[in-house]
Every structure is written in C-alpha cells, then in structure tokens.
C-alpha cells in the first residue's frame, strides 16, 4: 500500500481508511461520510440499514483508519504529509512556493533534525532553524498581506513632507494624503 498523501484529501476529512470490498478501496473519512481516494470530489454518507443509502459502505466496514496529522503551527519540523510553504536558496529565500513535507528525519551523526519538502518536482531539505518552511496560508491570510503591502505601497508613494512644523487638523492630514494619492495616479478601480 502506498503512502497516504494527506495533501489531497479534502477539508472535511479527519481520516484515512481501507475497506476490503471486493478489492481494498481507500476512503477519506469522518464520522458522518466518506470518500473513495482518486475518485470525484463527492462524498457519500455511510450506509446501512433499509434508507437510500443502505449500499454505501458502513463505517464498521472502514479499517485501518490512520487520523489525520495535527495542523502544524509553524513551531518546530512540519509532521510527514502536511501541505506548507516553502523557499529556496537558488533565490536568495525570497519567494515561497507550495509543497508538501515528504519526510522528517535526523541527520547520519543524529546532531540535527530537518524535513524534506516537496514542491512539484522540486526537492529540498530544511532544518528547523532555518524558518524557510512556513504552514501554507489561507486565501484569506493572502488577501490580508497583498492588502497590506498595497497600503503600504500607497503611503510610500503618498511621501508627505511636513517638515515645516505646520500643524494640521485630521481631516485636513486626510485630505493632504488622499491629494498626494491622486497625484501618484491612484484611481477606484471599476468592475466590469
């Protein structure tokens, strides 16, 4: 049997399972459904009994359940299978790809520990202190920080000198900012 990759498993799931049904079928379950590894994104409830669903696997029939990793907070080495970010040297650590941590280990003189990261056909092994590996943010985290960074790229571009000691009211502050704005070319962006 292979490696459970837990990068494709869906949201939902908190588990990995086999059923042995003419054949061995894997399933990622939870407590209320399950769905076969490989097949559409679709979800079936456990079966049983005389309803409409009485043909789908019940969850007695799932074995060898594996849980799911613990999410990883970022502290120490990612858990085998946890989908995070990662850089490479190659570019002076300034860009973060996905991937997916494949292996955690100790090195042959046991004097350090480091994670191999996978990010499509790219490998490569990290040590905890090093901070290249990162938990995998989520659309929202990613809005927040292109959010930021287009603030702070407006204040950069706004560059208001008030170096004469002129004292200013807020709205007036306010004003100075959104006309310094405007002259830098910022504009309400219309949707089509």
């Known amino acids: 049997m292979s490696k459970i990759d837990w990068s494709k498993a869906p949201e939902w799931a908190d588990g990995h399972g086999l059923v042995a049904h003419h054949g061995i079928t894997e399933v990622w379950i939870n407590m209320d459904q399950y769905a076969v590894v490989g097949a559409e994104d679709r979800a079936y409830p456990y079966g049983g009994g005389t309803g409409d669903h009485r043909h789908n696997f019940t969850r007695g029939q799932i074995q060898y359940i594996t849980p799911r990793p613990a999410r990883w907070d970022g502290e120490g080495l990612p858990p085998v299978g946890t989908l995070v970010e990662a850089s490479f040297a190659c570019e002076d650590f300034e860009k973060?790809?996905?991937?997916?941590?494949?292996?955690?280990?100790?090195?042959?003189?046991?004097?350090?520990?480091?994670?191999?990261?996978?990010?499509?056909?790219?490998?490569?092994?990290?040590?905890?202190?090093?901070?290249?590996?990162?938990?995998?943010?989520?659309p929202e985290q990613i809005a927040a920080e292109q959010r930021k960074s287009a603030i702070d790229q407006m204040a950069a571009d706004a560059q208001l000198d008030f170096s004469a000691g002129e004292l200013l009211t807020a709205r007036e502050y306010v004003d100075c900012a959104i006309a310094a704005l405007h002259d830098a070319g910022y504009r309400k962006q219309v949707a089509p």
């Open 96 to 138: 973060w790809h996905d991937g997916v941590c494949v292996a955690v280990g100790e090195d042959p003189e046991g004097r350090e520990d480091f994670c191999v990261v996978q990010c499509g056909k790219k490998i490569a092994m990290y040590r905890d202190e090093a901070k290249r590996v990162r938990p995998r943010r989520t």
